[in-house]
């Protein structure tokens, strides 16, 4: 059996990737720290470590499991805590991509897939959709500890190791927490499926370019696939705004208030919308999912799992 590992496994996309990783025949290794992640999220059938990447018997723990591919997820994820505290984000997002790049050569890894950025990356965009040539000017030490880890795995990774480097838009579905970089979905679910009033930042015409997960684990499957190392934006290059994506999950579920509009978040893009070209041309991949089937199943696993005020009060 082919052998991956999955850093970050036991979060939203990691959790997922490993699923069809499992799915498509391979032996998997997940690695997390459940620093955000839960050991529900990871499948029965991988082997489950958990370490923090800056753990130093990572890299010895990669070289011995041997894995022909490294799909890296694994990442503090929240833009807000990287701005207070920079410190942490960069330990886990600089120095633990390097240590997952070593051990992933010292194991004789085959593909590495870096699971990256793209809104975070360039930042205010200078045109639209942004594709992957858009100037790199992230305004958060989120988008700066994501781009390094690039520019590392550029420069550690050898042949015959192919590198590829999915950046992504804001992704969504199901498992997803409400304080990633795509939260709003399930920000927006859990509070329509209990009932409770729902504010919007700022005007609501704000726009983002929202991919589903089970089409981003279909551009890893056709990275790991893929025959040379490439860069690619993993998106759907159609911008919703804020109040459609609210319109749309009201209808879903059932919802009928209106949302309160709130004070714009500062440092909150505008707009965001990413071209997905080269993804066509270079994995053969484009999103199979329409926004509104991939919103409908991600309503549908929250509506299945008792809400968080619930599972608080237990
Ligand atoms: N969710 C999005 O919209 C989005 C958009 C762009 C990029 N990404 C990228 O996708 C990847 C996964 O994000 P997610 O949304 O699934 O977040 P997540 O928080 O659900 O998953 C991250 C996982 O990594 C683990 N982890 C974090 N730091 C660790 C460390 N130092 N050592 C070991 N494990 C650690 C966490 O416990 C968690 O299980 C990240 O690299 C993120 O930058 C996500």
Known sequence: MTRAVVTGGAGFIGSHVADRLIDLGFEVLVVDSLVTGSLSNVPVAARFEQRDLLDSGLEG?????????????AAQVSVSLSVTDPTRDARSNVLGTVATIRGA???????????????????????LPSDEAHPIAPISPYGL?????????????????KRMVLRLANVYGPRQRSDGEGGVVSIFSERMKSGLALEIN???????????????????????????????NIATELA?????????????????????????????????????GKALRTLGWS?????????????????????????ESE
């Open 145 to 161: 500890s994501k781009w390094v880890g690039e520019r590392y795995l550029d420069l550690l990774g050898a042949e015959p190791m």
């Open 202 to 232: 700022g005007d609501g015409a704000q726009t983002r370019d929202f991919v589903y997960v089970g089409d981003v684990v279909d551009a890893v499957v056709a990275a790991i696939a893929a025959e040379q190392s490439t860069t690619v």
């Open 61 to 73: 723990l990669l070289a011995d499991w041997g894995a022909e591919v490294v799909v890296h997820c």
């Open 105 to 127: 050569i010292a194991g004789g890894c085959r593909t590495f897939v870096y699971i990256t950025t793209a809104g975070a990356l360039y930042g205010d965009p200078q045109y």
């Open 240 to 276: 919703t705004s804020v109040l459609e994506l609210f319109d749309a999950l009201a209808a879903i579920s059932g919802y009928t208030d209106r949302p309160r509009f709130v004070a714009a978040r500062a440092g909150d893009v505008r707009h965001s919308q990413l071209a997905i």
């Open 287 to 311: 999103p199979r999912t329409a926004l509104e089937a991939g919103l409908a199943e991600t309503f549908a696993g929250i509506a299945a799992l008792p809400s968080s005020a619930e599972s």
